[in-house]
Antibody, heavy 120, light 108 residues
C-alpha cells in the first residue's frame, strides 16, 4: 500500500525558503509516474502547488511558479518542495500526493500533511 | 483558471438521510475530469470519486457521483455517522488544477 510522509521545519521566518520532503513507501517512485504538492489554509482553501514526473518534468501553478521548485530524488524514493520568499500567506498544511500515471490525474493517496507556519 | 463553486456551504442532516452536494464549474470540464474528496477533522483529504462517477477503491457504494460539462453532483445515500465531514470537488483536466471551497455535512 502506497504511503507518503511529509517532513520539514514547522516554523519558517518571513522572506526565507520553505523546504519540505516527501518520503514514499510501499512503492517505487517510478511506479506511479506523477507526484505533487497541495497546500491547505483557512484563507485559501485547498491549493495545488506543483506536479512532477518521476523523470523530472515539472508543472507548476502559475500563481506560485516564480517561487516554487519541485524535484525528485529517485535514489531516496522521495520528492522535495522549495518555496522561496515566504510570507504569512504561505502558512498552511502542506500535503504530498500521488498523481497517478498521466499528466492530468486525480490525487490518491495523500500524505498526512505537515503544518508550516511562517512567522518571525 | 477554472473556478469550482460548491453548494450548499453546509448541509445539516441526520443519519440515514440522503445528502446531495453540488459542484459547478466556470467552464466545461474536459473528459469529465472531476474528483470528489472527503476530509475529516485533522485528516488529509481522501479520494472518493474520479472521472465524475468512478468510485475509488474501497469506497462504499452509498457514495455516487454524476454530472457532466459544468454541473456535477455527489450523492451519499443513507448517511452513516462516519460520513459527516467536509467534501471537496476538484478538477484535474487542465492547469491549474483547482478545488471547490467545500461543503460541510453536519448533524442536524
Amino acid at each position: 500500500q502506497l504511503q507518503l510522509q511529509e517532513s520539514g521545519p514547522g516554523l519558517v521566518r518571513p522572506s526565507e525558503t520553505l523546504s519540505l520532503t516527501c518520503k514514499i513507501s510501499g512503492g517505487s517512485i517510478d511506479s506511479h509516474y506523477y507526484w505533487g504538492w497541495v497546500r491547505q489554509s483557512p484563507g485559501r482553501g485547498l491549493e495545488w502547488i506543483a506536479n512532477i514526473y518521476y523523470g523530472g518534468n515539472t508543472h507548476y501553478n502559475p500563481s506560485l511558479k516564480s517561487r516554487v521548485t519541485i524535484s525528485v530524488e529517485s535514489s531516496e524514493n522521495q520528492i522535495s518542495l522549495h518555496l522561496t520568499s515566504v510570507t504569512a500567506a504561505d502558512t498552511a498544511v502542506y500535503y504530498c500526493v500521488s498523481a497517478g500515471w498521466s499528466l492530468y490525474n486525480w490525487f490518491d493517496p495523500w500524505g498526512q500533511g505537515t503544518l508550516v507556519t511562517v512567522s518571525s | 483558471e477554472i473556478v469550482l463553486t460548491q453548494s450548499p456551504g453546509t448541509l445539516s442532516l441526520s443519519p440515514g438521510e440522503r445528502a446531495t452536494l453540488s459542484c459547478r464549474a466556470s467552464q466545461t470540464l474536459s473528459s469529465n475530469s472531476l474528483a470528489w474528496y472527503q476530509q475529516k477533522s485533522g485528516q488529509a483529504p481522501r479520494l472518493l470519486i474520479y472521472g465524475a462517477s468512478g468510485r475509488a477503491t474501497g469506497i462504499p457504494d452509498r457514495f455516487s457521483g454524476s454530472g457532466s460539462g459544468t454541473d456535477f453532483t455527489l450523492t451519499i445515500n443513507r448517511l452513516e455517522p462516519e460520513d459527516f465531514a467536509v467534501y471537496y470537488c476538484q478538477h484535474y483536466g487542465s492547469s491549474p488544477r483547482t478545488f471547490g471551497q467545500g461543503t460541510k455535512v453536519d448533524f442536524k
